[in-house]
C-alpha cells in the first residue's frame, strides 16, 4: 500500500517497469486500473503518468487511453550525445582530481554487475550499470546532472535493455567498465575519455539490428 502522496513512487514503480520492457509499447495504462492496484486515489496515478509523459515514455490522449510510447530512435541518439557530452567531462574530472579512491569504489560497484552477469539478471544488471554512471556524477560533485541525464534516458534505455541479451553484451559491458574505472585509477584523463567515449557507443552502433528485431517495439523515423 502506498500512501496518498505517492506520485513519486508510482512514477519510479512505472518507469522500472516501462525501461525493463515489462510494460512493453503499446501497453494501455489505465488510470483506474492503476489506482485500484496501488491502492490509492486516480490523482497521484495522473501526476505520475503526467511526468511519464513529460519524458517521453508514456503518450497521453485526453478523454481517452494513455499508452506507452514506441522507442524513439532519434530522441534516443540526442539523449545519448547529452550523455556522452556530460560524462566525458566526469571522467576527465575525476581522473585530474585523482581517482584512486574512486577507482575502487567503482571496481566495487563492477563486482556488483559481474555477480549479475553470470547468469545474466537483465534488471540487476542493468541497476547495477547505472549504479556505476551514477557513482562517477555524485563524486564529481554534479550529481543534478545525474537526473538531467536519466530524466533524458527512457528512450535510450530500452535500447539497451533489448540490447543486452545479445552473446557477449553483459561481458563487454564489464570490460568498458573497467577500462574506465582503471583509467580514472590511476590519473589517465585521455584513457578514461577514450573508453567512456567507446563503451557509450556500444548499443546505438547496433541500432539498425535492435530495429530490425524489434519493429513493434521501435519508432526509427
Keep these: 500500500m502506498l500512501s496518498r502522496h505517492a506520485a513519486p513512487q508510482i512514477f519510479e514503480k512505472l518507469r522500472a ?7 512493453a509499447p503499446g ?9 485500484e492496484r496501488f491502492g490509492i486515489s486516480q490523482t497521484p496515478v495522473r501526476d505520475a503518468l503526467m511526468r511519464l509523459g ?16 514506441r522507442i524513439d530512435v532519434p530522441a534516443a541518439r540526442q539523449a545519448h550525445y547529452l ?3 556530460i560524462e566525458l567531462e566526469v571522467v576527465r574530472t575525476l581522473a585530474l582530481q585523482g581517482g584512486e579512491a574512486i577507482g575502487q569504489r ?4 563492477i563486482s556488483v554487475m559481474q555477480a549479475a552477469a553470470e547468469p545474466l539478471q537483465p534488471d540487476a544488471f542493468s541497476q547495477a550499470d547505472q549504479a556505476f554512471h551514477q557513482l ?25 535493455h533489448l540490447h543486452l541479451p545479445s552473446a557477449g553484451k553483459a561481458q563487454a559491458v564489464l570490460a568498458d567498465h573497467r577500462a574506465i574505472a582503471d583509467a580514472i585509477a590511476r590519473g589517465d584523463a585521455g584513457a578514461a575519455q577514450e ?5 557509450l557507443s556500444g548499443t546505438l552502433s547496433q541500432v539498425d539490428d535492435i530495429c530490425a528485431r524489434h519493429p513493434e517495439y521501435v519508432n526509427a523515423d
Design 17 to 23: 517497469a516501462i525501461v525493463s520492457l515489462d510494460l
Design 27 to 35: 501497453t494501455v495504462l489505465a488510470r483506474a486500473e492503476l489506482a
Design 54 to 69: 513529460e519524458e517521453g515514455l508514456v503518450d497521453i490522449f485526453p478523454q481517452h487511453a494513455t499508452v506507452v510510447s
Design 83 to 85: 550523455r556522452r557530452s
Design 106 to 109: 567503482l571496481q566495487a560497484q
Design 136 to 160: 562517477m556524477y555524485e563524486a564529481a560533485e554534479v550529481p543534478r546532472l545525474w537526473d538531467l541525464v536519466r530524466s533524458h534516458s527512457g528512450h535510450v534505455d530500452r535500447l539497451r
Design 195 to 199: 573508453a567512456l567515449r567507446a563503451h
